[in-house]
């Protein structure tokens, strides 16, 4: 069953918390990260992409960028910038987004949960970017970006959770983006006992957002497995640092696709094929899909609400996706992107840029946009449990975990 572990934390200095924390490394451009270094210089980002300390002719993959990012971090903690417990603990984790409030626990999972196939993935992750993560895991001798973990609630644990936040919060401060950061420390070993205990009880447990993180973490660990071969399985190493949230309480915003060409198609022409899969009707203005089976395109300076008729409607849980239909439908046979984690003629845009992103988009270096119905928890769980996996950019969840708040040392 699920195994979770407290850990000897490694956190900001009371106080600095909302100077340190930052949003996932991925989430920047090289440029945007760069910036936000500038504007605050103890911003996390200035170590998970110590690029942007270095010369612009310096790839973020050269050994001297995961060299800075070492120095960086140990060099705050050398400062009293970030401090040491000094016992295992565990920690509590709320952050609250237009009055909605979810509360993980932070925790290190194992990673051999991972390998069991305990721990599910929905989605495959690329070579290149795991590799990254890799030599930052590695050189950093730390994991400094908590994997996003979801469980179906525990009501148990809920009535623990509430106990814990009856207590004043470790930190508590808004960030830029308006999204409210709480956190707790949680000591005592009687109650990290029943907690553990009840994780134990769990038989799945689901990457919700950092799949590229966990499975970086657990090639580290078997890196150094086979570098440690009496390894006992206790070492810091055999875990990696997660946030673990009951899915009831996540919220999965859309994942939009934008398109730079018709593939020779013109715009009638392009209409004209949808018609087999899709009804389709003009909207006055943009078009965000309010149920599954819907979507969203805007081709032309035209909004349309497309619906897949009946007949190409799936209870199968990969081909019943939204996504899988356009992609198997429109995106492969009409404008032939046949692998959209590698095809440069696709993009990707996150549901909090807005439909207003997409018209950019299209008014600038693309023709056509789609805006999607958000996949929901109960379908990430379905193909999860199935053993498969969703078509790349499937899920966005918001709002994103800061890294920086909570460091596993390894």
């Known amino acids: ?45 200035a170590i998970d992409r110590a690029e942007t300390g270095l010369d612009e002719s310096i790839p973020f993959d050269d050994p001297r ?41 932070v925790a290190c999972a194992s990673a051999d949960d991972y390998i069991n196939g305990l721990i599910k993935k929905h989605e495959n992750t690329r070579a290149d970017k795991e590799k990254d993560r890799i030599c930052h ?75 590229h993180r966990a499975a970086s973490a657990v090639r580290v660990c078997e890196k150094r497995r086979r570098e440690h071969p009496d390894y006992t399985g206790e ?22 696709r934008v398109i730079m060409d018709l593939n020779g198609l013109t715009g009638e022409e392009f209409l004209k094929k949808l018609e087999r899969t ?34 190409f409607v799936k209870e199968d849980p990969i081909l019943g996706l939204d996504v899988s239909i356009l992609q198997k439908e429109v995106l492969e046979p009409v404008l032939g992107i046949k692998d959209p984690k590698t095809d440069q003629r696709i993009g990707f845009i996150g549901g909090i840029r ?8 299209v008014h600038t270096d693309c023709k056509l946009a789609f805006s999607m119905y958000p996949t929901s928890i109960g379908e990430l769980y379905s193909v999860a449990d199935a053993g498969l996996l969703m078509p790349p950019k ?17």
């Open 1 to 45: 069953m699920a195994e979770i572990k407290a850990f000897f934390g490694i956190r900001p200095k009371e106080g600095l918390e909302a100077r340190i924390a930052a949003l996932p490394y991925d989430v920047y451009s090289r440029e945007e990260a760069k910036k936000e270094v500038a504007r605050e210089p103890l911003s996390f980002l």
């Open 65 to 105: 960028v995961y060299v800075r990012a070492h120095d960086l971090l140990w060099d705050m903690v050398e400062r009293g910038e970030f401090v040491r417990e000094k016992e295992p603990c565990l920690y509590l984790y709320e952050q609250t987004m237009k009055g909605r409030a979810q509360t993980g626990l």
């Open 137 to 211: 895991v590695d050189v950093c001798n730390a994991q400094t970006g908590p994997i996003f973990l979801a469980y179906r609630r525990q009501q148990r644990l809920d009535e623990i959770f509430c106990r814990v936040k009856e207590e004043a919060p470790l930190f508590a401060f808004v960030s830029e983006d308006g999204v409210g950061h709480r956190g707790w420390k949680i000591a005592d070993e009687a109650v990290i006992r029943k907690i553990t205990d009840i994780f134990a009880g769990i038989d799945s447990i689901y990457i919700a957002d950092g799949h």
């Open 235 to 256: 070492e810091e190493f055999n875990y990696f640092l997660s946030v673990l949230f009951p899915g009831e309480e996540l919220t999965i915003m859309d994942y939009n």
């Open 278 to 311: 899709f009804e389709i009707e003009k909207r006055d203005a943009a078009f965000r899909p309010e149920r599954k089976g819907r979507i969203g395109m805007y081709l032309e300076d035209q909004w349309y609400a497309l619906t897949v008729r009946p007949e």
């Open 354 to 361: 807005g439909m207003e992103e997409l018209e950019r988009r």
């Open 394 to 410: 499937s899920t966005w969840f918001e709002p994103k975990l800061r890294s920086g708040l909570f460091i596993h040392a390894l």
